[in-house]
């Protein structure tokens, strides 16, 4: 039992970091920009295309790639996708040019989201029970952040040991990243189990089509979707605290980068498995009445964020103020996926509906970053930065609708329709 309980974590810990750090190589932007315009021989506007055309297909991989995770085995699809993504990387790493790096892009939206987005969650959700999906999904999102930082601060340091005008510099970084994911890849095919499997009645239907439309039937399913919408809208507007404490209190521009780092690295590791720890140790026991009680304090924090930029007091109440609402969101983001399991979605449907969750719930990423980005420039910063709490604000009631009514639903379960962790996982 022990060392099953082991390999049980172990084997959670792989999919995590494999899902988290699967995609840093497509977002090689955050980090390296410069580097890429230097080396690369890019400009930033042609950076901006190459970016914007991995978001634009992950948009349409969201779906597919769900029905995937249902239809496939875990093992065989995440260990292709990993090895597939790090061999990507290497022709990444001849500097190649832009329309070979387009094509990379959507090759690297096809391996992360379409074979990787969706099984990597259900992999991670069949690990547990329906009472376990709190603590899962709070850890995975907290070990998704300690992967991510973890080689993320180990590739600058290994860019840091070049001189800075040594090409190969951002060369051994994307090197690193691509053996890694192989490295994973194969970790994957003998760690991770193939999964729940249908049986011949179900694998013999119009699988994609009847199943996607008995997801879009089921209420549970857009409730989760508008609770996963609501926190990530608060999410994105997260990113901007560091040009907040910048433009209205007038703190340093190091000072806001430490501040970014803290809230978009340090918080993402910790907050996850806190989030997690709530569901298992408090009354509740409930990830979905945790994201409420977490969107009701983040209501509060938002809006005394909202007085506070009226009449701007104390940068070290603005500060602790944003650090709470940074602790809500990341607890919540743990927690958002497993709500789909507390609600007993039906394991040969659960990959589609993580799939369908997650082109609606990430929908801000198309609308907030314009919105927020034409206050700034068409506004004064502090009208600016209020009309950004209030849109938080707006989300943050959102969260606290869609879960009350998936509590309703999740009242109606009977207790007895629990689901146990699936053989040999």
Request: proline share 4%; aromatic share 12%; charged share 10%.
């Amino acid at each position: 039992m022990q060392t099953q309980n082991i390999t049980r974590w172990l084997t959670l810990a792989v999919i995590s970091i494999s899902g988290g750090i699967s995609f840093d190589l497509a977002y090689l932007r955050y980090i390296y920009q410069i580097p890429m315009a230097k080396f690369m021989g890019f400009s930033n506007t042609e950076i901006g295309i190459i970016m914007s055309t991995f978001g634009i297909t992950a948009i349409l991989l969201y779906a597919p790639g769900g029905i995937i995770s249902d239809k496939f085995s875990h093992r065989k699809v995440m260990s292709g996708a990993m090895i597939a993504t790090g061999l990507l990387g290497a022709v990444m790493a001849t500097y190649p040019p832009l329309w070979a790096m387009l094509l990379i892009q959507v090759a690297f939206a096809i391996t992360t989201i379409l074979l990787l987005w969706a099984v990597s969650i259900k992999a991670a959700s069949l690990l547990g029970t329906r009472d376990e999906q709190g603590k899962i999904m709070g850890w995975m999102e907290g070990l998704r952040g300690v992967g991510v930082m973890g080689l993320a601060l180990f590739t600058v340091w290994v860019f840091a040991q070049f001189h800075p005008d040594d090409p190969n510099s951002l060369k051994a970084v994307i090197l690193i990243y691509s053996g890694t994911y192989i490295a994973l890849g194969i970790a994957c095919w003998f760690l991770v189990s193939d999964g729940f499997v249908p049986d011949e009645q179900e694998e013999t239907s119009a699988f994609s089509l009847q199943h996607a439309l008995q997801v879009l039937k089921m209420p549970t399913t857009w409730y989760c979707s508008m609770i996963i919408f609501g926190v990530y809208t608060i999410y994105a507007i997260l990113s901007y605290s560091t040009n907040y404490l910048s433009e209205i209190y007038g703190m340093s521009l190091v000072a806001a980068s430490y501040m970014g780092i803290i809230i978009n690295k340090v918080f993402r590791a910790i907050c996850g498995p806190l989030g997690g720890m709530v569901t298992s140790y408090s009354r509740w026991r409930s990830p979905t009445r945790v994201i409420q009680f977490f969107a009701a304090i983040c209501l509060v924090v938002v809006a005394l964020l909202y007085m506070v930029t009226r009449t701007p007091v104390s940068l070290a109440l603005a500060i602790g103020l944003i650090l709470l609402m940074g602790f809500t969101c990341y607890a919540s983001r743990g927690l958002y996926f497993a709500c789909i399991g507390e609600v007993n979605t039906p394991k040969q449907i659960l990959g589609t509906t993580i799939g369908i969750c997650s082109v609606i719930g990430f929908l801000p990423d198309v609308f907030v970053y314009p919105i927020v980005g034409y206050w700034q420039d068409a506004l004064p910063p502090a009208l600016a930065y209020r009309n950004m709490w209030v849109m938080g604000g707006i989300a943050s009631l959102m969260v606290l609708l869609f879960t009350a009514l998936l509590m309703g639903q999740i009242k109606r379960i009977s207790p007895a329709a629990s689901t146990a962790p699936v053989k040999g996982v």
